[in-house]
């Protein structure tokens, strides 16, 4: 039976580090291999967690175990004329480090991206940490609508039986939140956009028609009617992240890196369709009025087993 990374479920640390990666001209496979081989090590030497996940040209280079439906990430526009997207940015390879020490997770990374030069480049790399009790900067709760611990290797993993089985696909994004228009708001109309209480993260009945739940929650039948079964649900492991620039006043960005894992692709992509207006519901989420996603890409986490193989 496939084992899934171990990471994807392990309860995280308060330090987050993501590094995302794609090959330049001349890079040699064998080396990236190996590089790959020493950053697992390091992090179990650690005891840090580490998620690699490889985008649809990596992983067709390093095995053929490759899942069903595995497509890029591409820009998705509203056609509202607001000019809202979720930006694509594909790249190749994605690690995702967190532990309790910082130090450990940064030194981590910094060796891995240092051997790999001359090989990949580094495209983005964004730190996160977690903010109260599981806080967005925004004040809501986030990961409310994540299944029961135990069925969360239902909901995220590839079944038996199956190409890449247990395996994950990844959707890593990082958004970025206009806090200043949504803090003119007040709580009332806040909760109205996310559809959901902010003290206790409580449903709202009845949902706006743009609400951010109803977009998000897909249902048997109408998305968001609590009266039908839940469907394609998906494992949010969300942080938020802060970047003060000193050299600009007080200009600072603030937002969220959504990190979320499913057994299969195109229940992310049918959200995003639908939170831009372009799926089942016409309406657009508001809650891309506020934050919108700077960077966007699909990854697929393989199997321990099959992770060795394609390292070997």
Not at 219 to 235: F, L, M, Q, S, Y
Request: net charge negative.
């Amino acid at each position: 039976m496939a084992t899934p990374q171990p990471a994807i479920f392990n309860e995280m640390g308060q330090h987050q580090w993501y590094v995302h990666l794609r090959r330049v001209d001349g890079a040699d496979l064998g080396h990236i291999k190996g590089v790959i081989t020493q950053t697992r090590a390091a992090a179990a030497e650690h005891g840090i967690n580490l998620v690699i996940g490889f985008g649809p040209t990596l992983l067709a280079d390093l095995t053929d175990d490759i899942p069903d439906d595995f497509q890029p990430f591409d820009t998705i526009s509203s056609d509202d004329g607001s000019g809202r997207e979720a930006k694509g940015t594909q790249e190749e390879l994605l690690f995702w480090l967190n532990s309790p020490a910082k130090d450990q997770v940064w030194k981590t990374k910094f060796d891995a991206r240092t051997a790999l030069l001359g090989h990949m480049e580094v495209a983005r790399e964004t730190s996160t940490f977690i903010y109260g009790d599981s806080l967005d900067m925004t004040g809501f709760i986030d990961g409310t609508g994540n299944p029961e611990p135990d069925r969360e290797p239902e909901v995220a993993i590839v079944p038996e039986g199956s190409p890449g089985a247990g395996g994950s696909f990844i959707l890593a994004q990082r958004w970025v939140h206009d806090l200043d228009g949504w803090n003119e708001m007040s709580v009332e109309e806040q909760e109205k956009v996310f559809g959901r209480t902010k003290p206790d993260s409580e449903r709202l009945d009845p949902q706006e028609d743009y609400s951010h739940l109803s977009h998000v929650e897909l249902r048997e039948g109408t998305t968001a009617d609590d009266t039908k079964p839940k469907r394609n649900e998906i494992v949010r492991r969300s942080t938020p992240y802060a970047r003060d620039d000193a050299t600009a006043g007080n200009n600072s960005t603030e937002g969220l890196y959504f990190m979320a894992f499913c057994k299969e692709q195109a229940p992310f992509r049918e959200r995003l369709a639908d939170m831009y207006g372009l799926g089942d519901s016409s309406v657009r989420d508001r809650l891309t009025d506020f934050s919108n996603p700077a960077s966007g890409s699909f990854y697929f986490a393989p199997s321990l087993e099959t992770l060795d193989a394609a390292l070997s």
